[in-house]
């Protein structure tokens, strides 16, 4: 049997969603949320095996807040649930670490499927974003980092510090800095925060 965590901002969505799941026969429980805040207080007192989680969630990214949850709850499944379909929302929740991806207009048999999927430790995709994410159309964008680049952008998503990231790598301070500016050059962004997003977003590291 399954609990299922709903979280969304739209009451009509989590309503429709709760109705729908209750005719599952493999699922136990449902709990709907309707902002972060009650997302955390929830996971912090029960269990779920899965957790439908809007994309865009009131004022929080679903992809941003994804490794948060994972630190509540390391075991439970995360598919994402969203009314975008292009290629680069879906290649970019899956770099983020969701296991399967639904529309909010996917079907019955779609949701029934990604469920019993992911909890078999399979990745799931609706029929309707497959094609969006086999697309191999991001490949001239990509961001060409050294591979030096990528052992210190890999070790900043990680939150080591500079003197802990010299030390792994034995290197100076000095050139840890040097390669984390020439890697913010590249990727055009200002601060460590807006590096980190974009990494993972463009799949150059493992959340």
Do not use: W
């Not at 379909?85 to 779609?110: C, H, M, P, Q, W």
């Not at 301070?173 to 990494?199: D, F, P, Q, S, Y």
Request: glycine letters at 4%; proline letters at 1%; charged letters at 30%.
């Amino acid at each position: 049997m399954m609990k299922i965590l709903l979280a969304d901002d739209h009451f009509l969505v989590l309503e429709g969603l709760e109705v729908l799941l209750s005719t599952f026969e493999f699922v136990e429980k449902t709990q709907s949320v309707l902002n972060y805040m009650e997302l955390k207080d929830v996971l912090e007192k029960e269990s779920f095996d899965v957790l439908l989680l809007d994309i865009h969630f009131g004022k929080h990214d679903g992809r941003e807040i994804i490794q948060e949850i994972r630190q509540l709850m390391p075991k439970m499944k995360i598919i994402a649930l969203t009314s975008h379909s292009d290629s680069e929302t879906i290649k970019s929740s899956v770099n983020a670490g969701f296991e399967g991806y639904l529309l909010k207009i996917d079907g019955r048999d779609d949701i029934e499927k990604a469920l019993k999927a992911v909890t078999n430790n399979e990745k799931y995709f609706s029929p309707k974003t497959k094609q969006a994410f086999f697309e191999m159309n991001t490949s001239k964008n990509k961001v060409a980092l050294t591979e030096r680049e990528k052992e210190v952008l890999q070790l900043i998503v990680q939150e080591n510090t500079t003197k802990e990231i010299a030390e792994q790598l034995c290197l100076s301070e000095k050139t840890i800095e040097t390669h984390r500016g020439n890697i913010m050059l590249k990727l055009e962004v200002k601060n460590i925060a807006g590096m980190v997003k974009k990494a993972i977003m463009q799949g150059l590291v493992s959340a």
